[in-house]
């Protein structure tokens, strides 16, 4: 690869939030990463240190930067913020119980489990925009 400049990018979810532990759609409900994801974001933080990132990437929602901001100062870099990267816009099912969603939901809770990417949910946004916005993020 000639002139090319070759990137390596690692992908990492944040840490836990309450809204893992209550089995909620969190979507861009903006919960803060538990005791629990402190440490895991810290021990993430740690285990990145041997690849010498240069930068992290978040989204701008708390789970996320919280994570990003112990990976940074694990690895002293820097942390920059992208609304492309952040979560999925879920709508209606945002902040809601996963169990209550199957029950009022149960035709839209099969396609999520089994075509996620054919789902349609009143507010959301569809996987195809997710991607659209996440690669145009990554391409910058």
């Known amino acids: 690869m000639k002139g090319h ?3 390596t990018i ?29 440490r895991q974001a810290a021990e993430l933080g740690s285990a990145l240190r041997p690849y010498s990132p240069e930068a992290v990437m978040t989204s701008p929602l708390l789970r996320a930067k919280d994570t990003a901001r112990a990976i940074a100062g694990a690895c002293s870099i820097r ?5 492309g990267f952040n979560n999925i816009s879920l709508g209606i099912w945002e902040g ?33 925009d997710v991607l659209r916005r996440s690669m145009a993020a990554l391409d910058r």
Do not use: M
């Open 96 to 128: 809601q119980p996963k169990t209550e969603i199957a029950e009022r939901y149960p035709g839209q809770w099969k396609i999520w489990l089994e075509n996620p990417e054919r789902l349609a949910v009143e507010g959301a946004e569809s996987l195809d």
């Open 10 to 38: 690692l992908l990492a979810r944040h840490g836990e939030c309450r809204g893992n532990v209550e089995g909620l759609f969190r979507g861009r409900v903006d919960f803060p990463l538990n005791e629990r994801g402190l």
């Open 5 to 7: 400049e070759r990137t």
């Open 79 to 83: 942390v920059e913020e992208d609304e």
